[in-house]
C-alpha cells in the first residue's frame, strides 16, 4: 500500500473543460482568467480577485503593491512555508518572526505585539493547515499601530472566521492552488481584496508593470508604471479552476468528514489530534498530530514512510534554513513554541479523494510506528 500525503483529483469534466479552453482563441491573458476570478470572488465573499501563477506570487505581489519604504519590517509566522517570509525579502523588507499559538500553531497576538517597532508596517499571517487566525485580535493590532494585513490563506480557501468565509478581512488574501490544495490549477494563485485600488496596482503588478492588457489596447501604445513581474496564468490553468471551484464545497466536507474519522481511530494514541476553535470553520488543508513528549519523531516517521504511508513534517521554520541563518536568523531560543511543536509534530495524508480503509489503515500503521520508536 502506498498513501500520499496529498493528492489531486482530476476528473473528466476538468479534462475537457480545459481541452474545450486549448482549442480556443485563447491559452493565455484571455477571458477565462476573469472568468475563474469573478467565481473566486463569489466563493469568497470578496469585491476583487487576481489570479496569478503560483501562492508564492500572490504573497509577492500583496508585499509589493503596499510600496513600503525599503528595511520596512513585515512580522510573520515562523512556523509555515517559506514563501511567508521570502515576500517580505523579495520586496527589500525585512521579515520579522513572532512566535506561535500552542493550541492553533498560528501566530500569537502577545508576541506580535512585542516585535513591533518603528520600522514594522505589516503582518502576514497564516492560517496554519486550515485554521483561521484570531483575525479579530489581529486587526486591533494593526489597526492601533497603522499596520497593512495580509492573510496568507494558502491553506484555507473555504475556512470561515466567526460565520464568514476567508477572503475579505484582511487588506489582501493569499490562496494557492497547488496539487495538493482544495482545488487545483496545476500551479496557480490569487490574491483577493476589497479594495479596487490595491486591485489594480496588483493588476500592474501580474503584467510587468504594465497598465493595459493587450486585449485593452486600442493601439499599440501602453505605459509601464511599477517595476512588474510575469506573475500571468494561463486561461487553460484558470479553466481547471473554475471546474474544480464547482466541487469545492463538497472537497470541503469530505475533508471534515476524513478528520472526524481520524479522530476516532487515532483516539487511544499517545498524541494530541488538532485543535479547532470554536468561532472558525477549519479547511482541514493539513491533519496533524502531536506526538507526545519523549516519543522520536523522526523515528516515528520512518517507520511510517517504510510502511508507504507519505507523512510529511510541516514546515521546518524558515531561520533554521542556511540562507536565514546568514541574514542573522538563527536564535532558535526566541521561538520556544515553534522549537517544540516542530520537533514532535506530524503530517497524516490528507487528501479529498482518501478512503475510509485508507485513513484505518494509516490509523493503524501509526499505531504501530510509534510502538517501534518506543522501543
Not at 480577485?49 to 519590517?73: C, H, K, Q, W
Request: with cysteine; glycine share 8%; proline share 4%.
Amino acid at each position: 500500500m502506498s498513501i500520499p500525503y496529498g493528492h489531486q483529483e482530476i476528473t473528466d469534466e476538468d479534462v475537457a473543460a480545459v481541452a474545450k479552453t486549448l482549442k480556443s482563441d485563447y491559452l493565455t491573458t484571455g477571458p477565462k482568467v476573469a472568468e475563474f476570478e469573478a467565481a473566486l470572488c463569489r466563493y469568497v465573499g470578496a469585491a476583487h480577485a487576481v489570479a496569478v501563477n503560483s501562492g508564492t506570487s500572490a504573497l509577492d505581489i500583496a508585499v509589493a503593491a503596499l510600496e513600503l519604504p525599503a528595511g520596512s519590517e513585515i512580522i510573520t509566522t515562523p512556523f509555515s512555508f517559506v514563501a511567508s517570509a521570502n515576500c517580505a525579502l523579495y520586496n527589500g523588507c525585512t521579515p520579522v518572526f513572532a512566535d506561535i499559538d500552542r493550541k492553533t500553531y498560528n501566530i500569537d497576538a502577545a508576541q506580535i505585539r512585542k516585535k513591533i517597532t518603528a520600522k514594522t508596517k505589516a503582518m502576514v499571517y497564516v492560517d496554519y493547515a486550515g485554521q483561521p487566525c484570531e483575525i479579530g485580535e489581529l486587526k486591533e493590532i494593526a489597526d492601533k499601530h497603522g499596520l497593512a494585513l495580509i492573510e496568507d490563506a494558502a491553506h484555507a480557501l473555504g475556512a470561515e472566521y466567526k460565520g464568514k468565509r476567508v477572503g475579505g478581512f484582511a487588506d489582501m488574501t493569499c490562496f494557492s492552488f497547488h496539487p495538493v490544495k482544495h482545488i487545483t490549477t496545476g500551479e496557480g494563485g490569487a490574491v483577493t481584496t476589497e479594495r479596487g485600488e490595491l486591485a489594480e496596482t496588483l493588476r500592474m503588478l501580474r503584467n510587468h508593470g504594465i497598465d493595459k492588457t493587450p486585449s485593452e489596447r486600442a493601439t499599440y501604445l501602453y505605459d509601464m508604471k511599477l517595476l512588474g513581474r510575469n506573475y500571468r496564468i494561463t486561461d487553460f490553468q484558470c479553466a481547471l479552476g473554475i471546474s474544480q471551484l464547482k466541487r469545492m464545497n463538497g472537497n470541503l466536507k469530505r475533508r471534515e468528514e476524513i478528520a472526524e474519522l481520524y479522530a476516532k481511530e487515532l483516539a487511544g494514541l499517545p498524541l494530541a489530534l488538532p485543535y479547532v476553535a470554536s468561532n472558525a470553520r477549519h479547511a482541514w488543508h493539513l491533519y496533524t498530530v502531536l506526538l507526545d513528549k519523549g516519543i522520536n519523531r523522526d523515528a516515528v516517521f520512518d517507520a511510517m514512510r517504510k510502511r508507504g504511508i507519505g507523512v510529511n513534517v510541516h514546515y521546518i521554520p524558515p531561520y533554521k534554513f542556511s540562507y536565514y541563518q546568514k541574514l542573522g536568523y538563527g536564535k532558535e531560543s526566541d521561538y520556544p513554541v515553534t522549537e517544540e511543536i516542530y520537533s514532535r509534530i506530524l503530517t497524516l495524508p490528507m487528501y479529498h479523494s482518501l478512503k475510509d480503509e485508507e485513513i484505518r489503515a494509516v490509523a493503524a500503521a501509526l499505531e504501530e510506528s510509534i510502538k517501534e520508536a518506543k522501543q
